[in-house]
């Protein structure tokens, strides 16, 4: 009995590593690369299908507050400057919102989408297509 607790807590000792490293490669190239076209085309087939479904918009990306310098504290209080914050991918996700999305009447609106243990958890990026209300 004593033996099989052992087996599983080193398994799930492994799981862990195995998370935590996924996590940080995951980070690794989320400040260090640059967006590719393959992640631009997901956006891309989001938006298409929400359209078909007849919505006004999407989840079109998320990463772990965490990545953002304040922890996505700003994102969460909705502090008008929570785009400062903003490093990487997400950054750089962003900055083409504001070179392609904006200018064409799409809205970018950043969420905590989850509280694991009470504490934020990931950012989602959120793109809308609705039209003004008069």
């Known amino acids: ?27 690794a190239d989320f400040l ?13 087939r ?4 929400a359209v078909k479904a007849g919505k006004f918009e999407a989840l079109v990306y998320s990463f772990p507050s965490e990545l953002c310098t304040d ?16 490093q990487g991918k997400a950054k750089e996700f962003f ?8 200018p064409q ?6 969420m905590i989408i989850n509280f694991p243990g009470g504490v934020p958890g990931d950012v989602g990026f959120f793109l809308n297509w609705a039209p003004d209300k008069a």
């Open 95 to 102: 900055d083409r919102y504001q070179t392609y999305g904006k």
């Open 1 to 27: 009995m004593l033996e099989r607790e052992m087996e599983e807590m080193d398994k799930e000792r492994r799981l862990k590593a195995l998370e935590e490293q996924k996590h940080a490669d995951f980070a």
């Open 32 to 44: 260090k690369e640059q967006v590719t076209e393959e992640e631009i085309g997901i956006v891309r």
């Open 71 to 86: 922890s996505g504290r700003a994102i969460n209080s909705a502090d008008r400057d929570w785009p400062q914050t903003l």
């Open 105 to 110: 009447g799409y809205k970018l609106k950043a």
């Open 46 to 49: 989001l938006v298409a299908n």
